[in-house]
């Protein structure tokens, strides 16, 4: 990195918004353009030359002002297809034509390039001098000539890029700027949210602020300052180029009034200021604010930076900010912005953005692999969010590792002490990691001489080595994937999907192996069905050709119709899992947070709709936040249930529990009832001792006698205290054996033929593992919903989204549901069959469909009636028969009830043959 290059200290990103130099040239506006695709124009020097066929407006990127290429199979992308089925798979062989080009993978930008890019246009200054060059945000290499002259060249992907053009003359000046979004002089990963295509893109071009400012003869060269709240005080670090003239330095509070006042030798190094007690602190809920600024006398160049009092340490395998613990409730953010493919430099839209965040009740952002601009910091501090940020790389590719000794070793130092220097003052920046899950046989050895430097060099901040791994003892906190229920590569057989649901388990003796503060990594991941009500808001750089493909085929299977249904239905599944997710996590006594992927949905690598908001941040249809805030808050009340399906012969006795981290400690009364749909079965309240700062605190417990319920019901158990509520829906299930009346079978044997052939009634149920691959059986079913998605994960199961159930079926009289799944589901689903209804081409109306992943759209089932010759069929998809789960009983139970019903009336007809080429024959096996 060239930035230190030309100046001994540059002044850094916040300068452009409080200090004022000279004459300043607001370089906004048009420029000149011309790509260089071919990498020619420094040999044949077109910095020396003008290039006015072609405009631009700046700032902006190339596809914002319409430039580029189309996109095509021969497109270059930046970024990791793990499924590159889209360059041959026929299904998508209509999308590869050049008049419908349209990628499932990412979001597809209406023009595309990688290369370099020149800027260019003329100035004219009124006065001689030096001048300074500001940009704020360029991607991604820059190199600047003014009047032919070569001024420097620099690569930081996450602060501005400074120049100090000297000895200008008054007069007509052309400055050319040469962009270049090529990883050629250093690879920091090509799925980097720095620069992939799966996110922002790897746009050309830049943004933000664009100042020329002349340099007064003296005046500051750099200034920042970090809290001491330990003695009170405020440390500054000045630097000017005033000799022995020492300068004018006053702080203020966040009332606004003045609390110093007095000189410092401005000699680049730290100094400590005491401030005038009571220090008003900073924190998520106090976003009090102090302002310093800085004069230099003879010239009156000033310099304006706010700043907070705060100090965030660990204590054990805790936090905390100011003396006091804090839990980390976060999202991801991976600098997703269709509407421009780049990050916005504006104020207003961050504090959008945070207040989204914290309508669902988190705290905490954390950037994966890249570094927000200047307006996110100041909105951060002004709105009290803690960010974790990263020296925007993912090196773990064959091309990228750490401590390999490639450029990006050094790269990413130079990236972190950039940024440290840039927006280290802003009390919002919390954490500090290298980036995303990195590669390399050293990236321990490196990643720990990392943090020791860092934390040398501005201990203000925490430090870990990388988001994911590796864990390395002399970190601050570790920040890994171990805390969640489900995880890469476990399919089926992690928690959620393997072990009967309970609410009792908690992390307790996973953290205690781990003596820092454990945040859960990427925790969630768990999706929705696509809204393709979304694709009309795309209308901006980047649009959701990959929606439009999925919506085309859902209609071409003739299943358009119940886009919105599986929406709606899925959302709910995603929705609880997220809360099994927390809520597990606020049950461990000593859990320092987690990191939601996502909050919002991640529009890359493969599609990824796992977001309760959608790209934009503006709320989903299936959840609120302030339901969402029910089970993510600074205070949440928690349940342990044992199970969630109950005979009405058991005792239901739960223990609660309550995780609060407020600006004040808890105290009250905790109410709590289980009701049923229209009618309270049972309350109880229980004194609160006061409390803060502490999770999984024990309260009591709700109790009542079940056999009271002498039908099936679902049931639900709401607790409360003062304004924050939770609940969880629970089932109980009458403890009554019924007389088997309609004939049940998983083998399609001569008695099924027979009982057909005389008008009998049979219910079927598929054994598992039974169905031939093109009925169903190559479609991993699960309970929960899709982990991330199957095109990225090569197929990772489930494969499916949940339940679309008919409640209002008499076939499910019995086993009350929602149109969604629900635990109640967990038995049914576990070890379940989706069975495509393509295999019988016949118009079949499912009891209870299963969603399928949007790649494929199948027309999948779990219970289906139909018309065999004389005789009258019910096919389970789920194998109810051997099955020992209380759920599943109870729907065997409510099926048979309505077979034996005048309301089992199948329309629609195949042959018992078709039924039995569903399954797979002993030639199969």
Known sequence: MNKHLHIALLIFACLVYGL???????????????????????????????????????PGSLPMSGYGNEVGIATQWTGEILDSS??????????????????????QPKKHYVGAAWYQREITLTSAGDYRLFLERPHWQTKVWIDNRAVGAQNSLATPHEFILKDLEKGAHVITIKVDNRQDSVDVGNSAHSLTDNTQTNWNGIVGSMELTALPAEHLTYATVRPDVKNGAVRVLLAANTGNAAVNVIVSDPTGQTVVNQRLQADSSWQSIDLPKPIQLWDEFSRNLYTLTVTVPRSEVSKTMRFGMRSITRQGRQFTLNGQPIFLRGTLDCAIFPKTGYPPTDKKEWKRIFQTVQDYGLNHVRYHSWCPPEAAFAAADEMGVYLQVEASSWANTPTSTVGDGAPIDAYIYQETKDILDTYGHHPSLCLVAYGNEPGGKNQKAYLADYIDHFRSYDPDKLYTSGAGWPFV????????????????GAGLKSPINSQPPKSTDDYDELIESIAMPYVSHEMGQWCAYPDFNEIPLYDGVLQAKNYEIFQEDLKAKG????????????????????????????????????????????????????GVVNAFWEPKPYVSAAAFRSFCDTTVLLARFPRFTFSNADTFDVALELAHFGSQPIEGVVTWQVASQDKVLATGSIALEPFNRKLAVPVGSAQMELAQITSPQQLTLTATIGQKTNEWNFWVYPALETEQKIYTTNVLDKQVEKRLRKGGKVLYCIPSNMLRAEAGGNVGVGFSSIFWNTAYTSGQKPHTLGVLAQPDHAALNLFPTRPHSDWQWWGPMTGASAINLDALQADIQPIVRIIDDWFENRDLALLFEVKVGKGSLLVSGADLIKSEELSSKQLLRSLQQYMSSEAFQPKAEVTLDQIRDLTKSEADE
Do not use: C
Not at 473 to 488: M, V
Not at 585 to 599: H, I, K, N, S, V
């Open 20 to 58: 004022s130099f000279g004459q300043s040239h607001d370089l906004s506006g048009t420029w000149n353009v011309r790509l260089d695709s071919l990498d020619r124009g420094e040999q044949e020097q077109w910095q020396a030359a003008r290039f006015e066929s072609h405009s631009i407006a700046l």
């Open 86 to 107: 889209w360059y041959f798979a026929p299904k998508y062989a209509k999308y590869r034509t050049p008049e419908n080009i349209k990628i499932p993978f990412w979001l």
């Open 473 to 488: 003892p002399n970190a601050d906190f570790y920040n890994h994937a171990g805390p969640r229920i489900q995880h890469w």
């Open 559 to 610: 299943l358009g119709h119940l886009g919105d249904d599986y929406l709606k239905a899925s959302g709910a599944l995603q929705v609880l899992g997220y809360k099994a997710d927390m809520e597990k996590a606020f049950r461990t006594r000593e859990m320092a947070g987690f990191q939601l992927l996502g909050l919002q949905d991640f529009s890359g690598q493969g599609t990824a709709t796992v």
